[in-house]
T-cell receptor
Framework: EAQVTQNPRYLITVTGKKLTVTCSQN?????MSWYRQDPGLGLRQIYY???????DKGDVPEGYKVSRKEKRNFPLILESPSPNQTSLYFC?????????????FGPGTRLTVT | KNEVEQSPQNLTAQEGEFITINCSYS?????LHWLQQHPGGGIVSLFM???GKKKHGRLIATINIQEKHSSLHITASHPRDSAVYIC????????????FGTGTLLAVQP
């Protein structure tokens, strides 16, 4: 089944404790992206990747890192999480980018930083 | 002023009604996305369109590039259509960055 998976789905952590949210797709998509969703602010893009080793900042990249060493995986790294990073996070992928294709979204990761 | 604005913010309809959700944007674009998010959080991409009209089942999306406006129509609405509908466009000068509208919360009552 074609899908985007994220792990973990729920995470409660403490300020400053490094964490990684994994994202994987099995559709051989070139484009992958991370978004966060907050009440009143809606969805905002954190980082995106056009292909292996090609990443770029979205609108809210501060406090996050990403890597794209393999085509299927695009982990989101929070080196020193803070409470303002408490949010619902979505990973998404698309065959070749946003001008030609729709995106496939993962199920979301609800992160709470205390 | 937000670069992507949706109206209405909230919409309540009776089952069977024809529904229209609007999206206006200020950036020049070559594609616009419509997304659906059901209670519980999962997001589904409904349409990506760059001109004219697309139809999928009871859903129809139209776009007018000159007027910088898109509409999402739902015919014969059903309670299972209750969700948040979000439009998104590529950012100014950055075609693979997305800017999102704040969404339209639709409730279809039986």
């Amino acid at each position: 089944e074609a899908q985007v998976t994220q792990n973990p789905r729920y995470l409660i952590t403490v300020t400053g404790k490094k964490l990684t949210v994994t994202c994987s797709q099995n559709m051989n998509h070139e484009y992958m992206s991370w978004y966060r969703q907050d009440p009143g602010l809606g969805l905002r893009q954190i980082y995106y990747s056009m292909n292996v080793e090609v990443t770029d900042k979205g609108d809210v990249p501060e406090g996050y890192k990403v890597s794209r060493k393999e085509k299927r995986n695009f982990p989101l790294i929070l080196e020193s999480p803070s409470p303002n990073q408490t949010s619902l996070y979505f990973c998404a992928s698309s065959p070749t980018g946003l001008l030609s294709y729709e995106q496939y979204f993962g199920p979301g990761t609800r992160l709470t930083v205390t | 002023k937000n670069e992507v604005e949706q109206s209405p913010q909230n919409l309540t309809a009776q089952e069977g009604e024809f529904i229209t959700i609007n999206c206006s944007y200020s950036v020049g674009i070559s594609a616009l996305h419509w997304l659906q998010q059901h209670p519980g959080g999962g997001i589904v991409s409904l349409f990506m369109l760059s001109s004219g009209k697309k139809k999928h089942g009871r859903l129809i999306a139209t776009i007018n590039i000159q007027e910088k406006h898109s509409s999402l129509h739902i015919t014969a609405s059903h309670p299972r259509d209750s969700a948040v509908y979000i439009c998104a466009v590529p950012g100014r000068g950055a075609t693979n960055k997305l800017i999102f509208g704040t969404g339209t919360l639709l409730a279809v009552q039986p």
